[in-house]
């Protein structure tokens, strides 16, 4: 492949993998009270290193943990927050007719990053077992704001929700240096809002919860921006706009069209993983907002909703097609999700999740070759 120097690289990962056998049973176990912490976090590291062992056979250049250790791809990371804790929503959110369990976000305290967070012990686990770049990913500061009900500011530090970006800006900032502190090169702020923000049906229900979703772009660049403020020069720091992912379901359709300019060029991140494995993304037109430099654009043409490959050539087309927006070393490939957002994974096997990703490095090498 032409090299890349830098994340995100050619062929790439959003971050999660399908949990095994062994990590889904003894976390049913743990959950029971039948083995303690460290028996669950044994199993768990155990599993992580064969994991880590198999994205670098595969060849990656970045390797994740797969988020072995969470249930959820961004409901573990809020519980770590200073000033937050986990309650019980009144209804789970719809995943076009599967509903997951009910979890509510409650602001309880001043907003911080502890430096003790368990995450930051995640990282450094998988830094110390693979000779690759070890990417990090938690969920964006835009998506705790974005879902949060208006009930569930439980302080008085913050009679609403606008009152919450100063210290929420912060506390990512802390999580940032963190993060770089304990090693971290490549960090993911993974994200459901912007999607949501192109959908007439997510804009509709953002609404009813009294959110001024005509507005929220600009609170939403000012709050990611604040939150990179400080991000050291030799740091890069993605997201992955997603659509919903749970159990190879989603939420949100519409083309980037109505944020493709705030999301691209007005945000200070390094790169985006965007999906692009089904017409509910739209068209490549949004591209053109990528500005011409160092930002990249990864294509999530691959599905990791499905476990059946992708026509090699249909992907190299449309990659083509996308390269009339955005120059072609500007772009690179990745399945469009992960394949494991919630601990219960996607509807495909093990087997399967690795041919896809063998698939994204066999097509990134022909392209960008």
Same mark, same amino acid.
């Given at each position: 492949?032409?090299p ?13 993998y399908?949990? +095994? ?8 176990r =743990? ?6 912490d460290?028996?669950l976090?044994?199993?768990?590291d ?12 595969? !060849?990656l250049?970045?390797?994740t /943990? ?8 961004? &409901? ?6 200073? !000033? ?6 009144s ?5 076009? #007719?599967?509903?997951?369990?009910p ?9 911080? &990053?502890? +430096?003790? =967070?368990?995450?930051?012990? =995640? ?6 077992? +693979? ?11 835009t ?16 009679p ?22 304990? @090693? ?6 993974? /994200?459901?809002a912007?999607?949501?923000?192109c959908?007439e /049906? ?33 740091m890069?720091?993605t997201t992955?706009?997603?659509?919903g992912?749970?159990?190879s ?8 069209e109505?944020?493709?300019?705030n ?13 692009? /494995?089904?017409?509910?993304? #739209?068209g &490549?037109?949004?591209?053109?907002f990528?500005?011409?430099?160092d930002?990249r654009?990864v294509? #999530? ?5 499905? @476990?059946?490959? %992708?026509? +090699?050539?249909?992907?190299i087309?449309?990659?083509? %097609?996308a ?21 219960? !994974?996607n509807v ?9 990703m ?12």
């Open positions: 492949m032409q890349t120097t830098t994340p995100p690289f050619r062929a790439d990962a959003v971050g999660s399908l949990r +095994t056998d062994a990590v889904h049973e003894a976390r049913t =743990h959950a029971a009270g039948e083995i303690d460290a028996s976090a044994a199993i768990e155990r599993d992580i290193v064969a994991l880590i062992e198999e994205q670098e056979k595969l !060849g250049e970045a390797v /943990d797969g988020e072995f250790r969470r249930a959820y791809w961004h &409901f573990d990371f809020f519980a770590g927050l200073d !000033g937050v804790e986990l309650g019980e929503s209804t789970g959110m719809d995943f076009k #007719g599967q509903a997951i369990k979890v509510a976000v409650e602001i309880v305290g001043k907003l911080g &990053f502890p +430096t003790d =967070h368990p995450m930051l012990a =995640h990282y450094r686990f998988l830094q110390a077992h +693979t000779d690759r770049l070890a990417k990090m990913t938690i969920p964006s500061p998506v705790l704001h974005f879902r949060l009900a208006h009930d569930s500011l439980l302080t008085p530090l913050y609403d929700r606008n009152s919450l970006f100063e210290d929420l800006a912060a506390a990512y900032r802390g999580a940032v240096a963190a993060f770089y502190a304990a @090693g971290c090169r490549y960090l993911q702020f993974d /994200d459901t912007w999607a949501y923000l959908s /049906d997510e804009l509709a229900k953002a609404r009813a919860r009294g959110l001024d979703v005509d507005n929220i772009q600009a609170a939403y660049v000012k709050l990611i921006n604040d939150s990179l403020r400080d991000k050291p020069a030799d890069v720091v992955h706009v997603c659509r992912n749970f159990r379901s989603w939420i949100a359709s519409g083309g980037y109505p944020v493709a300019e999301l691209l060029t007005n945000c200070n991140y390094d790169g985006y993983f965007l999906e692009y /494995d089904s017409e509910r993304a #739209g &490549f037109e949004p591209l053109r990528l500005p011409r430099g930002k654009v294509l #999530g043409l691959i599905t990791s909703k499905s @476990g059946e490959l %992708e026509d +090699t050539d249909a992907v087309q449309r990659i083509t %097609e390269a009339q927006f955005a120059p072609l070393e500007q772009l690179a490939l990745s399945p469009q999700c992960g394949f494991a957002s919630t601990e219960e !994974g495909l096997t093990e087997q399967q999740q690795w041919a896809k063998a698939e994204v490095i066999d097509i990134a090498r022909r392209v960008w070759s």
